[in-house]
């Protein structure tokens, strides 16, 4: 896997009661420091020294955003679980499945 040089957009967001999300992009950055354990910034060293990686705060940075993702999706699971997954469409559904003629 690659990662890209160009600037990266971070989505922010929150979920609706549908389990739908709601981003506006954003790009701007804040400079933090993180302390790693050695074999971290050797991977990371690695990756950038290797191509895959055009820096260590790209790397780091869509780590982040994959775990961003991650949870959000853990979210929409827990939100389908609780609400189910039935919407307005699914009588609609049903009815075209079983009234809709289907010509050769």
Do not use: K, N
């Amino acid at each position: 896997m690659r990662y890209s040089a160009r600037p990266r957009y971070t989505l922010y967001g929150s979920a609706s009661h549908s389990g739908m999300h709601s981003r506006t992009l954003s790009c701007m950055s804040t400079q933090i420091a993180v302390r790693l354990p050695d074999e971290m910034v050797a991977f990371l060293d690695r990756a950038v020294a290797t191509g895959r990686a055009p820096s260590r705060a790209a790397l780091v940075a869509s780590a982040v955003e994959r775990e961003m993702r991650r949870l959000a999706a853990e979210q929409d699971a827990e939100i389908l679980r609780a609400q189910g997954a039935a919407d307005d469409l699914d009588a609609l559904v049903e009815w075209t499945g079983t009234h809709a003629m289907i010509e050769d």
